[in-house]
């Protein structure tokens, strides 16, 4: 089941989607970014592979070495550089969990290892921060957007 979570991350004042992504039997794990352009308009910024099965590999069940996804997406200005970055968490995976995509701006992120992220995450699971209703109701209004577009979309392409 991906994650789908929300934020501003071009600073232009409208909720941007990101999911996560697993391929079959949770071989590799990726984000996918989708901008909202605002009147019901949106842009796919495509995928961003986080981690990556070798071409060769052939999976025959889920508890493959190869088994990731994401649990929890969190934003975050992590650099303090003025923009949202994105910190990963799954409970589950050595691989993605705690990793960060530093936001670069114009929708380009750079991939930090949990390993080399770990100097820019301060996040404290006990204290999340505090969500306005506001917040909350232009989440939920994005939300509506994307579904009444994936509807659209899935009608389309059942012609």
Known sequence: MPEV????????????IVYSRAGSLYVGTAIQI???????K??????????????????????????????DIRFRDLDKDGDID???????????DGMVLLNQGDFAFELLL?????????????APTPVSEEEK?????VLDEIAAFEDELAAELSQ
Do not use: C, R
């Not at 990556?52 to 190869?66: K, M, Q, R, V, Y």
């Not at 994105?86 to 993605?96: A, D, E, G, I, Q």
């Open 114 to 126: 949990p390993n080399v992220a770990k100097k820019y995450v301060t996040i404290d699971f006990k």
């Open 5 to 16: 979570s929300a934020a501003d991350l071009d600073n232009d004042g409208d909720l941007d």
């Open 86 to 96: 994105l910190y990963l968490s799954s409970s589950m995976s050595l691989k993605t």
């Open 137 to 141: 109701v232009q989440e939920q209004a």
């Open 34 to 40: 989708i901008e909202n352009l605002g009147n019901k």
């Open 42 to 71: 949106f842009k796919d910024h495509g995928i961003f592979p986080l981690v990556e099965a070798p071409d060769d590999f052939i999976p025959t069940h889920e508890g493959n070495e190869w088994n990731d996804f994401i649990e």
